[in-house]
T-cell receptor, first 117, second 109 residues
Framework: GAVVSQHPSWVICKSGTSVKIECRSL??????MFWYRQFPKQSLMLMAT?????????EQGVEKDKFLINHASLTLSTLTVTSAHPEDSSFYIC?????????????FGPGTRLTVL | GENVEQHPSTLSVQEGDSAVIKCTYS??????FPWYKQELGKGPQLIID?????GEKKDQRIAVTLNKTAKHFSLHITETQPEDSAVYFC????????FGTGTRLQVFP
């Protein structure tokens, strides 16, 4: 149980274009979903926290107009990287926090590797 | 805010030996401490977690200990196998997870 999927698993785009990444909780409902970014050989850095039906909360230094987050339902959250640039190339990982169980438990998706040319 | 330090950054062990990874945290209010295993190109997988009202938790070959007074917690893997090779992250939570810097574990056959 507690499976999270992401789509696409990898994407290559041209500089200036926008890319949307989907995050789905397959077998549980997620009150909260989180988006992380991970650069090579580094740890996970939290970008934003989203609750279903409300605006996302962004971490300091993360541009909310560049990284658009929508949490439309208890099983789906999307991250759109707008006007992508090469420095946005990274591994983007989402996680879901179940309604039931431990309050802080997060289950992670497999990640999406974004390469901006 | 919370800060989590993790040591060592790399760890090499022989198959069958034990591996220990240690983390310290700064905010005494943190109350949830998960450990994740991340294989190359994949998302983190929760392997064990512990809450602040418990001192130790074990699941087969994996155990975690928590010392709230000293604000540190450790992951113990016994009878290591080559498939245990991965990057391991600790985290501390006060509602959101703050991750350690990771430990690359290599288990040699």
């Amino acid at each position: 149980g507690a499976v999270v999927s992401q789509h696409p698993s990898w994407v290559i785009c041209k500089s200036g274009t926008s890319v949307k990444i989907e995050c789905r909780s397959l077998d549980f409902q997620a009150t909260t979903m989180f988006w992380y970014r991970q650069f090579p050989k580094q740890s996970l850095m939290l970008m934003a926290t989203s609750n279903e039906g409300s605006k996302a909360t962004y971490e300091q230094g993360v541009e909310k107009d560049k990284f658009l987050i929508n949490h439309a339902s208890l099983t789906l959250s999307t991250l759109t990287v707008t006007s992508a640039h090469p420095e946005d190339s990274s591994f983007y990982i989402c996680s879901g926090q179940p309604l039931a169980g431990g309050v802080d438990t997060q289950y992670f998706g497999p990640g999406t590797r974004l390469t901006v040319l | 805010g919370e800060n989590v330090e993790q040591h060592p950054s790399t760890l090499s062990v022989q198959e069958g030996d034990s591996a220990v990874i240690k983390c310290t945290y700064s905010d005494s209010a943190s109350n949830y401490f998960p450990w994740y295993k991340q294989e190359l190109g994949k998302g983190p997988q929760l392997i064990i977690d512990i809450r602040s009202n418990v001192g130790e938790k074990k699941d087969q070959r994996i155990a975690v200990t928590l010392n709230k007074t000293a604000k540190h917690f450790s992951l113990h893997i016994t009878e290591t196998q080559p498939e245990d090779s991965a990057v391991y992250f600790c985290a501390a939570s006060l509602g959101k997870l703050i991750f350690g810097t990771g430990t690359r574990l290599q288990v040699f056959p």
